[in-house]
């Protein structure tokens, strides 16, 4: 019986091997070099490169601001002596960089008998730029300095380098309030917000009772005659939009108490000092007129009717605050209200049941209040008081010119320090969320703003007055709007976390059948070159 051999194990194809193997890398090439990569691509979020270190070095680089102060003396080496002990008391500032420049007696001086007459002629030698000032001493003055309305001030003969020093730290400079705006200490006291770009100024005359107050204004012309052109003069740091209206049957929410004095009438109404919050509140919502999203400033005038007419304002202590005839106040940044009370005749006709008396209400008055009211509010006026000094009264509308450039300074400063803590916040937060958006618009408006500080840092230093003004108020703008922009918020309530939440059980199936792959293919190599050794 013929003995067969047993049958040999059949091969695989190599041609199906082959196939097979294409497969599987086309699988994986795929998954692994397409979908991967643009799975990546389209989850990573878009953010700008900035100059993150050089905006967190910003605080290592300090504000400091050139002033040329010039002193004129009708003897040399008093002046010599004035501007030697000047220095000695600004050499150690980390604020200023000022610069004393003596002005020599010429003989012109000799034969003028005004300060003005002289000032001329100082100013037409030696020229002033913005931000300048200039101490011109004259032997007839009362008072140790006197501050004009422009770059000057007269000095008597026998003031003293002390003396100056103190009214440019005060006055001219206000230190103090540098010092607040720079400090991190809050105990320093409470510091203003940076004035922004535009306001809307409402100028609004309330009459309760228009049917027993007849009283006649032509508000908007008074605006023109005296608020806008005064708001014309300080536009260099922001843009005033000016808008009146009357507003009728809108009363103040007060007690008001009735005090018996000497008048015609026999009586005022008495409203105290504390109450005026609750008044404010009480006629805030009836004054809009309509939605913006500037700043507003308030200019309130109220007229109360005869019923409660004169209305004064008393204090804690039963003091009457009416100053100049005129009962008013200003609540920072609010705004302010004056009480314009009808005149004497008109409420006696009232109380003697006479038709209602027709009047107008005093343009001139009224606006002069509203102009010191803006003074205050915009922050421009100097309150303090220095011993042995007087400044002289405005006779314009434009502010004097000191105070505005001190204002346009301090306002620089602020603007650049504002801009300053405001990137470096946006920054610190930006490292620290990685999954915040940012587009090439925000990634514009920090680095446009951080070149802008840079900028106007040196315009301060460079005794460039305007020019640092103006970038830093565009600092400031492009700062608070890539702060405020929206493109923050895209996927900021979509983190690193939740993205893989929803990722991982999406691809992980997928990377299944890739693994599986990986390890077919290795045995179909190994089988191969097994095959091939043998």
């Known amino acids: 019986m013929e003995q067969t051999s047993p049958l040999k194990p059949k091969r695989k194809d190599k041609t199906e091997d082959k196939y097979r193997i294409a497969a599987t890398i086309a699988f994986i090439v795929v998954i ?32 400091k601001t050139a002033v040329q102060i010039a002193i004129y003396t009708q003897e040399t080496n008093r002046g010599q002596l004035l501007i ?36 001329k002629l100082l100013l037409q030698a030696h020229p002033q730029s913005v931000g300048d000032f200039l ?64 306001y809307d100024v409402v100028i609004s005359v309330l009459n309760p009772k228009p049917r027993l107050t007849f009283a006649q204004w032509n508000v908007a012309m008074a605006a023109q005659t005296y608020i806008e052109p005064f708001l014309a003069q300080i536009s260099d740091i922001s843009n005033y939009t000016v808008r009146t209206q009357w507003k009728y049957r809108v009363s103040i929410e007060a007690d008001l108490k009735q005090m018996r004095d000497s008048s015609k009438l026999g009586r005022h109404y008495a409203l105290q000092e504390s109450s005026l919050p609750h008044l404010l509140t009480s006629i805030a919502q009836n004054l809009s007129g309509s939605i913006t999203d500037k700043p507003v400033i308030n200019l309130v005038v109220y007229i109360p009717p005869c019923t409660t007419a004169p209305l004064h ?12 005839g005129v009962d008013a106040f200003i609540s920072p940044p609010w705004g302010g209200f004056i009480i314009a009370n009808p005149p004497e005749h008109v409420c006696l006709a009232h109380l003697n049941n006479e038709p209602p008396v027709e009047y107008y209400v005093n343009t001139n008055d009224n606006m002069q209040v509203m102009l010191d009211q803006l003074h205050k509010l915009l922050d421009i006026s100097s309150e303090v008081q220095v011993a042995g000094v007087k400044t002289v009264d ?3 509308l434009a502010p004097r010119r000191w105070e505005y450039e001190s204002y346009m300074r301090r306002s620089a400063i602020r603007h650049i320090a504002t801009a300053s803590n405001t990137l470096q916040s946006l920054i610190k937060l930006l490292d620290q969320i990685s999954y915040i958006v940012i587009d090439d618009k925000v990634g514009a408006a920090i680095t446009n703003s951080y070149v802008d500080i840079m900028a106007a840092k040196v315009a301060l230093i460079e005794h460039r007055l305007v020019d640092a003004s103006a970038l830093a108020k565009r600092a400031f703008v492009a700062s608070e709007r890539g702060f405020f ?23 992980l199936p997928v990377m299944v059948p890739v693994l599986s792959s990986f390890n077919m293919l290795r045995k179909l190599l190994h089988g191969r070159r097994k095959e091939k050794q043998q």
């Open 84 to 119: 030697t002990e000047l220095e000695t008391a600004f050499a150690d500032s980390d604020i200023w960089n000022v610069e004393f420049k003596q002005l020599l007696p010429f003989a012109k001086a000799a034969e003028v008998h005004t300060p003005a007459a002289l000032e």
């Open 394 to 396: 405005i006779e314009q």
């Open 313 to 324: 304002i008393y204090n804690s202590k039963q003091e009457m605050l009416t100053k100049h």
């Open 485 to 507: 922009d929206a493109s923050l918020l895209a996927q900021l309530y979509f983190p690193d976390e939740q993205k893989y939440a929803i990722y991982i059980p999406l691809f």
């Open 32 to 63: 692994v070099g397409i979908g991967v990569p643009m799975w990546w691509k389209t989850t990573t979020v878009y953010r700008v490169s900035l100059p993150s270190s050089a905006i967190q070095r910003l605080s290592e680089q300090p504000i």
């Open 135 to 198: 101490f011109i001493e004259w032997a007839k003055l009362e008072d140790e300095l006197l501050l004009t309305t422009e770059r000057s001030a007269l000095m008597r003969s026998d003031v003293t380098s002390t003396k100056i020093a103190q009214l440019l730290h005060s006055k001219i400079l206000q230190t103090y309030r540098i010092n607040q705006i720079l400090s991190t200490d809050e105990r320093l006291g409470t510091k203003s917000e940076a004035p922004q770009p535009a």
